[in-house]
């Protein structure tokens, strides 16, 4: 089988950046079960209930749902198990001490294959308030508006 190159999506917790704040990203290796790889290749997975804590200086990923391997057997993982993820010391340290100020959450934001190998994206969050929403939703409407009359106008004028 040739090596893969690139960065193939698996699953994005697209409800993350409407929800959420996000003031730093950071890449995660993850450590998986052989039946949680194969899983991940059939391009299945759920970040929508994941979220990330530090314990005794390590990461751990908690509530992503991988659902059991369909050719699986008796070896087969649990679909909610807590992952350990691989970071850098820094990094954790950063991600910690970042965590123990009140409000801010780690959120996974991304999961995908990046050189053959899993990696999640986690992002650390700061929650909403409902009008934070609504303003983001006005702007992208906004947004959407704008481009919609600069397209027609060119396609007038063009």
Request: net charge positive; no cysteine.
């Amino acid at each position: 089988m040739a090596k893969e190159r690139g960065r193939r999506v698996i699953a994005q917790n697209r409800k993350a950046r409407h929800d959420y704040h996000i003031d730093d990203t950071f890449e995660a290796g993850l450590v998986l079960t052989g039946t949680e790889v194969k899983a991940l290749r059939a391009g299945r997975a759920s970040l929508v209930d994941g979220y990330a804590v530090v314990m005794n200086d390590e990461v751990w990923l908690q509530g992503v749902h991988i659902p059991e391997y369909s050719q699986g057997t008796w070896t087969n993982h649990a679909p909610r198990r807590t992952r350990k993820l691989l970071l850098h010391r820094k990094e954790i340290a950063e991600i910690g001490a970042a965590t123990r100020e009140s409000g801010i959450t780690i959120v996974p934001l991304a999961l995908y294959f990046k050189d053959g190998k899993a990696k999640i994206e986690i992002g650390l969050g700061r929650g909403k308030r409902e009008y934070d929403k609504r303003q983001t939703l006005a702007k992208r409407e906004a947004d959407r508006d704008a481009a919609r009359q600069l397209a027609e106008h060119n396609r007038s004028h063009g």
